[in-house]
């Protein structure tokens, strides 16, 4: 094994069971679940660095994004003003988002939409690729219980375990 290459190492060391499978020249084969389970996270970041996030194992509908911006809402500082930057995805374009943005604007929450496929001026889009390419390690694939144990602890522990200086 010594002979392989180092990232090949790396994933075989985690998933021993696929050594016996794996021969050079050959192609793998790995079994893919379409029903698998899915942690979806929604995200509030500033540049100063405090994160507020929502996390759900369902589908995200408008439902669950109003929810996440109600939380994030109910948790600022009444007196602070808040700007959003959002992507153009459905949910943030629909009736019902927008019936509640004119309640999030009298709290002082301003939402911005971005220009369509531009998510690098996103700043949680950042952290998202951050934790899924370079914190997040190997081993939370393990198993769903794992992977969402992992994501918790990363994002409970940004700003002082992990930081993205956005200067």
């Known amino acids: 094994m010594a002979c392989l290459p180092l990232w090949l190492r790396k994933i075989l060391n985690y998933c021993p069971g696929l050594v016996d499978h794996y021969t050079i020249g ?3 084969e790995i079994t893919a679940y379409s029903h698998s389970r899915r942690i979806n996270v929604l995200g509030f970041l500033s540049r100063a660095g405090k994160l507020v996030y929502h996390t759900t194992t369902e589908t995200v509908t408008t439902e669950t994004v109003i929810e996440a911006f109600d939380q994030f809402v109910a948790q600022k ?7 959003v930057v959002l992507d153009n995805a459905s949910m943030h374009r629909s009736k019902a988002f927008r019936r509640k943005m004119v309640d999030w604007m009298s709290q002082r929450v301003h939402l ?25 390690p190997m081993s939370a694939y393990f198993s769903f219980d794992r992977l969402r144990d992992e994501v918790h602890r ?13 200067e």
């Open 26 to 28: 050959k192609p793998w």
């Open 77 to 83: 500082d009444p007196d602070a003003f808040a700007v």
């Open 112 to 136: 911005i939409y971005l220009s369509a496929y531009s998510p690098e001026l996103n700043l949680i889009e950042i952290l998202w690729r951050q934790i899924k390419y370079t914190w997040l």
């Open 154 to 166: 990363l994002l409970g522990g940004y700003g002082t375990d992990h930081v993205i200086n956005f």
